[in-house]
């Protein structure tokens, strides 16, 4: 998986980058995403799991925590709202094929994060975390 991480990162300056591959639409991220669940990636390894529901709703969980909430637009990202916690989380996502890359903020400054398709369902169900 380090491998494929690594491989993910173009050779190209990222400024020539972001124009060749602009950010997924919302409905093309719906479209993605619906009814999906993708372990999320970072430098590190795999940290969360996330499920996408109908009406653009969303399970996160991790090892601390397990949110409900909702995604929306906004502007080239798209936006995470979370029960229970105030900050909005927006992404630029990217297709990959078969998997997505994504940018905080859109800043591609920063280090990606990298979805991959999964086969469970996450629920908040019973869940007592780490």
């Not at 991220?29 to 999906?36: H, L, T």
Request: hydrophobic fraction near 40%.
């Amino acid at each position: 998986m380090m491998l494929r991480f690594a491989l993910a990162f173009a050779v190209l300056p990222s400024a020539v980058m972001a124009q060749a591959d602009p950010p997924l639409s919302a409905s093309d991220f719906e479209a993605f995403v619906q009814g999906r669940t993708f372990d999320t990636h970072d430098q590190t390894g795999r940290y969360g799991v996330e499920t996408f529901l109908p009406g653009r709703r969303a399970i996160w969980r991790d090892a601390e925590q397990c949110l409900e909430g909702t995604w929306r637009p906004q502007g080239d990202q798209i936006c995470f709202d979370y029960q229970g916690d105030p900050t909005p989380y927006c992404w630029t996502y990217h297709d990959r094929g078969d998997w997505l890359m994504a940018w905080l903020d859109g800043d591609r400054g920063t280090d990606p994060i990298l979805l991959y398709p999964a086969d469970e369902v996450v629920t908040c169900e019973g869940y007592f975390g780490v």
